[in-house]
């Protein structure tokens, strides 16, 4: 059965060492005190909202993983050097609370931190996302940020499908995250939340089907708007799980 975590980062590691070999890169990570109690080789970890398997312990502290290139290509994983911190969440057990959203570890793309301000006992990140996954990012939905299950407050769509959308984080989310340390241009992992790309792609299928060749007529209408489809694809958000932020 795949792995599931539930969005709530339990604390922070540290990358002890990190060796290339052929075809993938070993990373060896120091857990916070009594992360890695019972932590077996085989289970799984969610670094920065990437999923890794253990391949050694060391220690009671410890543990190392191997990064295939796909995966460093896809996520931030490529970027870490020694002394980085990075988010760990073990993977959830069977009937765990879902203190976030459900979460696979499969990273779907890397937005950017491109600015943030500091209101009082707040810290608010706005990210840029590339087309077309902004059409899955909705103001009061659920998103995951390295690993984080967080909720979206703002979020804009351009007419190319980029966008951007921000995140407010409290003091406990900054303590026990990376998010207190990171700075305009860093990229982070993005993991989309699933129902809602479900929801989206049904609807888009459904306007497609429906439409046929009316469909460049009412998306120029849209635009006269200074909408698009994927406004119209919108889902509507119900009260549910809760995030980090």
Known sequence: ??????????GMARVAELVDRPGLRSFLLQFPPGFAKDLALGASVAVDGVCLTVTELQGSDAARFDVM???LALTTLAGLAQGHAVNVERAAKDGAEIGGHPLSGHVDLQATLV??????????????????????VFAKGYIAVNGASLTVAEAQRNTDGSGWFEVWLIPETLRM???GRQQVGDRV???IERSTQVFVDTVRD???????A???ALEALL?????????????VRLPGARGNG
């Not at 459904?206 to 046929?212: H, K, S, V």
């Open 1 to 10: 059965m795949p792995s599931m975590f539930t969005g709530i980062v339990q």
């Open 69 to 71: 290139q796909q995966s």
């Open 115 to 136: 600015a943030l301000r500091e209101p009082e006992n707040n810290r608010v990140l706005r990210f840029e996302v590339p087309a077309p996954w902004m059409r899955y």
């Open 177 to 179: 995250t990376t998010f």
């Open 189 to 191: 992992n993005i993991e």
């Open 206 to 212: 459904a306007i497609d089907e429906r439409l046929g």
């Open 214 to 216: 009316l469909r460049p």
């Open 223 to 235: 635009r006269q708007q200074g909408l698009s489809l994927d406004d119209v694809a919108q889902p």
